[in-house]
């Protein structure tokens, strides 16, 4: 009787241990989904309103940029960095919120940038390149470049290339690294030009009619501006040759086509005038080796 009694007693008090265990462990998994939901739910709320703010940031950052008149490429480039630097940033405050470390997306997020940075080196250096060249505008599409060793005019201007097309038709590709780094002559850039054209002359010609002939030319060609200085000087002397030139300005549009007529002009108004232009002459001298 007294046995069964203890028995009893051992029961109960394993039943009420195990009920009070199973009261905590409910408790405790009562307090963590109030908790849990709780965060789930506050995320839920700054998710929603962050994405409201986002969308607002990212419309006056569109109009801030359209105000700055910059090209398009450039303004689609960066709103998409900012929305993608709003959206990671909400991300993280997101994971927070619900209790989750971000120090391991952080991290990773860190690694990863790294990683695709040093892969992208040359590329991100062309890219950041073509940025610059959009947003302050040394050449534009349209201009006559002179840059890395080549010329032409500007047929496009991309986010990593920069197209050339050249006088022959060919097409000269340039990554934009390479022309933020470099010196870029752009011949375009002012509307009025300077024609310089050199042309020599025998030490025995008259320098003051060879100059007389040559003002003449100027005064009949109708694309040189006359409100800008001309004009007409001895510029070296040379071994063979006296070397004049002559300095007139034009129309940026007009500027080939200025020089190819002065010079040929000169030419010929230089023979028909009797003055010599001066060439290379090479003296061959025979001997016999049976003459003494």
Same mark, same amino acid.
């Given at each position: 009787?007294?046995?069964?009694?203890?028995?009893?007693?051992?029961?109960?008090?394993?039943?009420?241990?195990?009920?009070?265990?199973f009261?905590?462990?409910?408790?405790?998994?009562?307090?963590?989904?109030?908790?849990?939901?709780?965060?789930?739910?506050?995320?839920?709320?700054?998710?929603?309103?962050?994405?409201?703010?986002?969308?607002?940031?990212?419309?006056?950052?569109t109009?801030?940029?359209?105000?700055?008149?910059?090209?398009?490429?450039?303004?689609?480039?960066v709103?998409?960095?900012?929305?993608?630097?709003?959206?990671?940033?909400?991300?993280?405050?997101?994971?927070?919120?619900?209790?989750?470390?971000?120090?391991t &997306?952080? @991290?990773?997020?860190g !690694? #990863?940038?790294?990683? +695709?940075?040093?892969?992208?080196? *040359?590329? $991100? =250096? %062309?890219?950041?390149?073509?940025?610059?060249?959009?947003?302050?505008k040394?050449?534009?599409?349209?201009?006559?470049?002179?840059?890395?060793?080549?010329?032409?005019?500007?047929?496009?201007?991309?986010? &990593?290339? @920069?197209?050339?097309? !050249? #006088?022959?038709?060919? +097409?000269?590709?340039?990554?934009? *690294?390479? $022309? =933020? %780094?470099?010196?870029?002559?752009?011949?375009?850039?002012?509307?009025?030009?300077?024609?310089d054209?050199?042309?020599?002359?025998?030490?025995?010609?008259?320098?003051?009619?060879?100059?007389?002939?040559?003002?003449?030319?100027?005064?009949?060609?109708?694309?040189?501006?006359?409100?800008?200085?001309?004009?007409?000087?001895?510029a070296?002397?040379?071994?063979?040759?006296?070397?004049?030139?002559?300095?007139?300005?034009?129309?940026?549009?007009?500027?080939?086509?200025?020089?190819?007529?002065?010079?040929?002009?000169?030419?010929l108004?230089?023979?028909?005038?009797?003055?010599?232009?001066?060439?290379?002459?090479?003296?061959?001298?025979?001997?016999?080796?049976q003459?003494?």
């Amino acid at each position: 009787m007294v046995g069964e009694q203890i028995a009893t007693a051992q029961v109960a008090d394993t039943v009420q241990a195990n009920v009070s265990h199973f009261e905590k462990v409910l408790d405790t998994v009562i307090d963590y989904g109030l908790k849990l939901g709780k965060n789930i739910l506050l995320a839920v709320i700054v998710y929603f309103i962050a994405a409201r703010l986002i969308k607002w940031v990212l419309k006056l950052t569109t109009k801030a940029l359209n105000k700055g008149k910059l090209e398009p490429m450039v303004v689609k480039f960066v709103y998409s960095i900012v929305k993608i630097g709003l959206y990671v940033l909400l991300f993280i405050a997101v994971v927070s919120i619900l209790g989750i470390p971000t120090t391991t &997306f952080v @991290t990773l997020f860190g !690694t #990863v940038t790294l990683s +695709v940075g040093l892969a992208l080196q *040359g590329s $991100l =250096a %062309n890219l950041a390149g073509g940025v610059l060249i959009l947003i302050f505008k040394p050449f534009k599409v349209g201009d006559y470049i002179v840059a890395c060793g080549d010329e032409g005019t500007v047929a496009g201007i991309d986010v &990593f290339y @920069t197209k050339l097309a !050249t #006088v022959d038709n060919k +097409v000269i590709v340039i990554p934009n *690294g390479t $022309l =933020a %780094n470099s010196s870029v002559k752009n011949v375009s850039a002012m509307d009025k030009r300077r024609v310089d054209v050199q042309v020599g002359i025998s030490y025995e010609s008259d320098i003051a009619a060879a100059k007389s002939v040559l003002m003449e030319i100027i005064n009949k060609n109708e694309n040189v501006l006359r409100d800008k200085p001309i004009n007409v000087f001895v510029a070296s002397l040379d071994a063979s040759q006296v070397t004049l030139e002559t300095r007139v300005w034009v129309n940026s549009d007009k500027y080939w086509d200025t020089k190819w007529a002065l010079t040929e002009q000169y030419k010929l108004a230089l023979d028909a005038n009797g003055i010599e232009i001066p060439f290379n002459q090479l003296s061959v001298t025979i001997k016999n080796p049976q003459e003494k």
